[in-house]
């Protein structure tokens, strides 16, 4: 900011200088304080507003612009989390629908697989297990970040109505409920879909349990494995 504030006194001299040598006469100077104002006034405040006049801004009103910009940085921190954590419910979701339907067929068809047919279906099972936890590692992540978001979105909606910022409160409102509404539609379809995963017990069986334990005797065991109570 001093560097910048430096490089703006040296345009206002540079400017003062060549409007001084064009013209000697009353209107000219009255040009040249004019000119040298607006260059001092910017150098200092930049979040100033250039079709409204420096010296007739109060602190009210910088207090106001300065809340609405603070708005618009929340909505898109917002936004970003929200778009993030939605895409990634949405992948757990199908993550997770895909695993039980696989554990399914293999329940309903285990009697007619070979031995080769039952090995490979079941190490698909365990891939589709560790996308899963993979998948709600993630989700976990992009929820606390839109948690973040939510409160700084309320505290920024707060700051602008009361700095008379009311346009951009409401705004920040609208946004911060429409973004609310779409996680909670499809939390609902997740805790459906956890609710089938338990009741499919692909997470308890025998074979499941006896891969786990293998693990653990080898003492190399994949994250992907264990179990999340």
Excluded at 176 to 195: D, G, N, P, W
Aim: hydrophobic fraction near 40%; glycine fraction near 2%; charged fraction near 25%.
């Amino acid at each position: 900011m001093a560097a910048y504030r430096r490089k703006l006194f040296a345009v206002g001299l540079s400017c003062a200088a060549s409007l001084r040598s064009r013209s000697s006469c009353p209107s000219s100077r009255r040009l040249l304080r004019k000119n040298w104002m607006s260059l001092s006034v910017t150098g200092a405040l930049c979040a100033v507003p250039f079709i409204q006049k420096p010296e007739k801004l109060t602190h009210e009103d910088l207090v106001r612009r300065a809340s609405s910009l603070v708005t618009d940085s929340a909505n898109t921190y917002l936004s970003q989390t929200a778009l993030a954590l939605l895409d990634s419910l949405t992948g757990y979701i199908k993550a997770v629908n895909n695993l039980v339907r696989l554990h399914e067929h293999y329940v309903a068809s285990i009697s007619q697989l070979s031995s080769a047919d039952e090995d490979a279906i079941w190490q698909l099972i365990l891939s589709r297990r560790k996308e899963v936890t993979e998948r709600r590692n993630d989700l976990k992540r992009f929820e606390s970040c839109w948690m973040i978001a939510i409160d700084l979105s309320k505290m920024a909606a707060e700051a602008a109505f009361n700095a008379g910022a009311d346009q951009a409160s409401v705004i920040a409102q609208n946004n911060l409920q429409l973004t609310q509404s779409q996680v909670e539609h499809l939390r609902q379809q997740m805790q459906e879909a956890e609710k089938q995963l338990e009741d499919s017990k692909a997470e308890e069986s025998d074979r499941f349990q006896n891969a786990l334990s293998t693990a653990m005797e080898d003492e190399d065991v994949p994250d992907a494995y264990l179990r999340e109570d």
